[in-house]
């Protein structure tokens, strides 16, 4: 595996493999890997001839008061998981390299932000938007894989893609979960050891409120109701939201219909955790 920690060192990679007539995945992340982010990386490395990985923690989408500079952080043990996962092109760059100089033209997202954690990180999926524009120029993907935890993220890089017509396909990867449904996340490690026995409950929340949905409930104002009322006798957490919305257009929904996302935040004294389900009343999941 090439670690490469300049735009120049890979835009020659990419080159080559093009060159090659070789199809490239991309797996864009902000590094302390667990197995969510390798499963998109074994997911890339069946679908294409090559993988690319970034690791880099995207100083934009992060708000004053947020954990930029306590994000975890852990390269070298980075290096050897991706290497093992099958990436060929590992891409660090330092901050000054993704930004050298101040931007003459910045992004705003326009839909898909004013709910879930839009309301709560202002800017948030503008810094997103804008390092996964800046990704895809320089990689090139033909396919780009994310996880599906962020189901607010996947829906506005649905957007950007379509708005802008992207020549990349974009794959959401089903969320990875520890044994007891907890999701797989870097932020878990700021969890104290209670709360990381109530954690679960989130995913266990949602599901119940999946269900009444799935099981004849019509009106999205009960199904989010009875999430919330479970999520605040279990999870031993501050709910931030829960909402059930349109997927992936985000729009609230009088009735429970079609494909939409039921998706929660609760705030745990160090960590803000998410999780949601994308199903389909129709469908099941
Ligand atoms: O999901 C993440 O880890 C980040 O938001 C992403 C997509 C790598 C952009 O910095």
Redesign the pocket.
Known sequence: MKVVKTVAELKDFVRAEKNAGHQIGLV???GFLHEG?LALAEKARKDNDAVIM?I???PL?FGPNEDFERYPRDVERDTKLAAAAGVDCLFVPEVEEMYPAPSVVTMTVAARTDKMCGVKRPGHFD??VT??TK?FHLAQPDKAY??LK?AQ?FAV?DGLVNSLNFPVEIIGVETIREEDGLAKS?RNVYLTEEERIQAPYLQKALQLGVQSAVQGEKSTEKVIERTISYLQEHAGAAVDYVELLSYPELEPLEQVQGKMVLAAAVNYSKARLIDNIIFNVNEGR
């Open positions: 864009p992340t902000m982010h970034s880099f923690v995207n989408q810094g997103v390092v996964v990704l994310f996880g962020d993220q890089i870097s």
